[in-house]
T-cell receptor, first 112, second 115 residues
């Protein structure tokens, strides 16, 4: 199966600065890497994703990078706002096992 | 409204009891999932079904059994609950067969507390 490591577990930043979360995976067959945001008491919601045929994707202040050689992908939030405070999960879809494996999550705290 | 719906929102029960959770999606998706999210927020897949067929069955205790009557419904039954079953159970759905990449939409979750 797949193993996904996610760091850091907690990230504190000042409003307006950028935040970066890094994930690594083990299975080279993984081909899809979504990022989910989960606010307290809510369900996880997809915020951005990247497929294995891409190296970079950007949307609305979010950037994801994928380095297939290093089996590493990352989320970068530019110009963070207090509303960005939440738990963020990375995940890798293993096409061989037909499932998403999630990282352990990163608590992002954006202070005014 | 198109979404993933779960009932109940909360359930408190005693060790050894049986519980059932329901999930329905009105998104027209073919694949549905059950995840367990523990107290540390770790999200782990338990089962997935594509058009009523089981396609992923992770190593979970035998007291857990999924039930799918049609592709829009996936229920979860737990026979004889244990304290470690206390968690939030999240249902999700996606388009396609589950074998490729497709966004998974999560339901609001059912919080189970086992006393």
């Amino acid at each position: 199966g797949e193993q996904v490591e996610q760091l850091p577990s907690i990230l504190r930043v000042q409003e307006g600065s950028s935040a970066s979360i890094n994930c690594t995976y083990e299975n080279s067959a993984s081909n899809y890497f979504p990022w989910y945001k989960q606010e307290p008491g809510e369900n996880p919601k997809l915020i951005i994703d990247i497929r294995s045929n891409m190296e970079r994707k950007q949307t609305q202040g979010l950037i994801v990078l994928l380095d297939k050689k290093a089996k590493r992908f990352s989320l970068h939030i530019t110009d963070t706002q207090p509303g960005d405070s939440a738990m963020y999960f990375c995940a890798a879809h293993d096409s061989g096992y037909n499932k998403l494996t999630f990282g352990k999550g990163t608590v992002l705290l954006v202070s005014p | 409204e198109t979404a993933v719906f779960q009932t109940p929102n909360y359930h408190v029960t005693q060790v050894g009891n049986e519980v059932s959770f329901n999930c329905k999606q009105t998104l027209g998706h073919d694949t549905m999932y059950w995840y367990k999210q523990d107290s540390k927020k770790l999200l782990k897949i338990m089962f997935s079904y594509n058009n009523k067929q089981l396609i992923v069955n992770e190593t979970v205790p035998r007291r857990f059994s999924p039930q799918s009557s049609d592709k829009a419904h996936l229920n979860l039954r737990i026979k004889s609950v244990e304290p470690e079953d206390s968690a939030v159970y999240l249902c999700a759905s996606s388009s396609g067969t589950g074998r490729g990449y497709a966004e998974q939409f999560f339901g609001p979750g059912t919080r189970l507390t086992v006393l």
